[in-house]
């Protein structure tokens, strides 16, 4: 007799994952194969930020996919033109490169640098980035990271990314050299657990770079697209960056992310950077709708509100079961919990039908729908709140 193998055994085992499977979203609310329906407030790391199979995205996806899917990035396509016009527009950089995941963006960002260092600064190549920052899982967006975890896999890293804590402007003067081509970092570190860099420093390192002659390149991918309140991060800081990655909300679920520039930096020639599926109209077709939602008259007005709301209940809640303060912006947040019961609750939510994520053990992220409701924030907290109740301290 033979033992009935896993249904999910035909799948590399990369991560630690629950036995739900997902059939079915709206809004919101993600639905297992049971039916059992759970109110989403990971949505799919920042991903889908107009929540779970929206109008605006469905109807983008199929009126493009009878129109033209892919017609090869060797020629040029109505549906990219459009996006990075509009991309440029409302960035003020000057043009866009379209990729197929946020690590590939920010491999395309690196290899600019390296170009523009190449060519404009005696072939300097070193970006100085922070430690605990998070910019992908490719070889150099890996080595780029500043995950402690990572320190010694894959070897040998990718050279010439020198890390410095996030925040000690004196450690970045300190890390710049005639090697150096520029500063990498994200406005808020997600993946450490919604660590903000801060408006001082960002300003500080904008000044810096530009004394210094260097580039100031900020990962975008969780910050951008609303997240934090303002189209993008930068915005808040009164900057502008000189090279700038999107990813997660820009395709609201579908696999699209961007490198943005300003004009000078923009210095690829024939060869040096391109991709089989980058730029396709499909894709570009969905970007442009979530761009248009998200600029929409008081769309961002409606993310500060619920930014608001979902921080005074978190706060409330920090009061209640003796947890520590909420940190972020918009609807990038993070309670801390002063002791490491973050997977407990992640795993009790789950069962009761409420998705969370615990970045740090003592850290929980909430980056639901930009769209999500006032009623289902305070189902979130209810909820959170009969979880924390049943988990304890
Ligand atoms: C998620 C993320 C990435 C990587 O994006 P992928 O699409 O997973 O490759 C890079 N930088 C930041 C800040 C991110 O949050």
């Known amino acids: 007799?033979?033992?009935?193998?896993?249904?999910?055994?035909?799948?590399?085992?990369?991560?630690?994952?629950?036995?739900?499977?997902?059939?079915?979203?709206?809004?919101?609310?993600?639905?297992?194969?049971?039916?059992?329906?759970?109110?989403?407030?990971?949505?799919?790391?920042?991903?889908?930020?107009?929540g779970h199979s929206p109008a605006p995205v469905v109807k983008a996806l199929t009126e493009q996919a009878a129109r033209l899917i892919n017609c090869s990035p060797a020629y040029h396509n109505e549906q990219a033109v459009k996006l990075a016009q509009a991309l440029t527009r409302a960035s003020g950089?000057?043009?866009?490169?379209?990729?197929?995941?946020?690590?590939?963006?920010?491999?395309?960002?690196?290899?600019?640098?390296?170009?523009?260092?190449?060519?404009?600064?005696?072939?300097?190549?070193?970006?100085?980035?922070?430690?605990n920052g998070f910019h992908g899982r490719t070889l150099a967006t890996m080595s780029a990271s500043?995950?402690?975890?990572?320190?010694?896999?894959?070897?040998?890293?990718?050279?010439?990314f020198p890390k410095v804590p996030l925040g000690d402007i004196a450690a970045v003067e300190g890390a710049i050299t005639d090697r150096t081509v520029a500063v990498m970092l994200e406005p808020i570190q997600g993946e450490a657990g919604v660590i903000p860099a801060g408006i001082e420093y960002l300003k500080a390192l904008r000044e810096l770079t530009e004394k210094r002659g260097i580039l100031l390149i900020l990962d975008e991918i969780q910050t951008g697209m609303g997240r934090t309140g303002s189209l993008f991060a930068f915005e808040q800081a009164g900057i502008r960056p000189d090279v700038m990655t999107l990813g997660k909300g820009l395709g609201g679920g579908v696999p699209l992310a961007a490198l943005l520039a300003r004009r000078e930096v923009c210095?690829?020639?024939?060869?040096?950077?391109?991709?089989?599926?980058?730029?396709?109209?499909?894709?570009?077709?969905?970007?442009?709708?979530?761009?248009?939602?998200?600029?929409?008259?008081?769309?961002?007005?409606?993310?500060?509100?619920?930014?608001?709301?979902?921080?005074?209940?978190?706060?409330?809640?920090?009061?209640?079961?003796?947890?520590?303060?909420?940190?972020?912006?918009?609807?990038?947040?993070?309670?801390?919990?002063?002791?490491?019961?973050?997977?407990?609750?992640?795993?009790?939510?789950?069962?009761?039908?409420l998705l969370l994520n615990a970045p740090r053990p003592d850290t929980l992220r909430f980056m639901p729908a930009l769209t999500i409701s006032d009623t289902e924030i305070a189902q979130a907290m209810t909820m959170l709140d009969g979880v924390c109740g049943k988990v304890g301290g």
Not at 5 to 19: E, G, K, N, T, V
Not at 287 to 311: H, K, M, N, Y
């Open 267 to 353: 210095c690829f020639e024939y060869g040096d950077q391109g991709g089989t599926f980058n730029g396709n109209p499909l894709m570009c077709a969905v970007g442009s709708a979530v761009l248009a939602e998200i600029t929409a008259p008081g769309f961002l007005d409606r993310v500060q509100a619920a930014g608001a709301r979902l921080w005074k209940g978190l706060e409330t809640l920090a009061v209640r079961h003796g947890y520590g303060a909420v940190r972020g912006q918009g609807l990038l947040l993070a309670l801390d919990l002063k002791k490491p019961v973050g997977p407990a609750i992640v795993e009790q939510a789950l069962a009761d039908g």
């Open 1 to 50: 007799m033979s033992i009935p193998q896993s249904p999910f055994a035909a799948l590399m085992d990369i991560a630690p994952r629950p036995p739900v499977v997902f059939a079915d979203g709206q809004g919101s609310w993600l639905y297992d194969t049971q039916g059992k329906r759970y109110l989403d407030l990971v949505q799919g790391w920042a991903v889908t930020c107009l």
């Open 146 to 160: 500043g995950k402690p975890a990572w320190k010694t896999l894959f070897e040998p890293k990718v050279p010439g």
């Open 93 to 131: 950089l000057d043009q866009a490169f379209f990729a197929n995941s946020g690590a590939e963006a920010n491999e395309g960002a690196i290899k600019l640098a390296r170009k523009w260092g190449e060519k404009h600064r005696g072939g300097a190549y070193e970006i100085v980035t922070t430690v």
